[in-house]
């Protein structure tokens, strides 16, 4: 990996903002999109060559027609950078389509997407533990009068039991 050179990160800037503003302003080649946007642009080391990236908001056939209308305009382009821009060499211009906008675009909605399925899924998951808290209550409930019926029972048998006791206990008195 190499050092970025804060110069060359004003060289690019530069372009960037040159490029953008002849776009929008001095090219009146119809077959280039109106909403064309400069992503960023690569200036080599040597200051040879220029790779601009493109993005156009629109669909397939505005982007190639795009990429063909500054193609064949890149002279005029290189032309007005090296009037407006002070420089020994003007680089050669190749321009790039840039679909990283897009992909983000498409990308953010599947992540929204996820999301509003997870929410519906949280909220029929609730619903359900829920109404299986309310039955787990009522199974609750009737094992607890099952129990205090059986509690009772078995205090019925230990009385009786009990009962047994005494009396046997008066027939060894007796004897």
Do not use: W
């Amino acid at each position: 990996m190499y050092k970025v050179n804060p110069r060359q990160v004003r060289i690019n800037e530069e372009f960037k903002r040159e490029i953008s503003a002849l776009i929008m302003n001095g090219l009146k080649d119809p077959r280039i999109h109106p909403m064309t946007t400069v992503i960023e642009t690569q200036v080599t080391k040597d200051l040879k060559y220029c790779k601009v990236f493109i993005s156009v908001l629109g669909n397939q056939e505005a982007q190639e027609d795009t990429i063909k209308g500054l193609n064949s305009s890149k002279g005029y382009i290189r032309s007005e950078l090296a009037k407006r821009i002070n420089m020994r060499n003007t680089p050669e211009l190749t321009f790039v389509s840039d679909q990283s906008i897009e992909y983000s675009i498409k990308m953010s909605k599947l992540i929204d997407e996820i999301k509003v399925k997870e929410i519906s899924e949280d909220d029929l998951d609730d619903e359900l533990e829920d109404d299986d808290y309310e039955d787990d209550d009522l199974e609750d409930d009737d094992d607890e009068e099952s129990d205090d019926l059986d509690d009772d029972d078995d205090d019925d048998e230990d009385d009786d039991q009990d009962d047994d006791d005494d009396e046997d206990d008066e027939v060894e008195e007796d004897m």
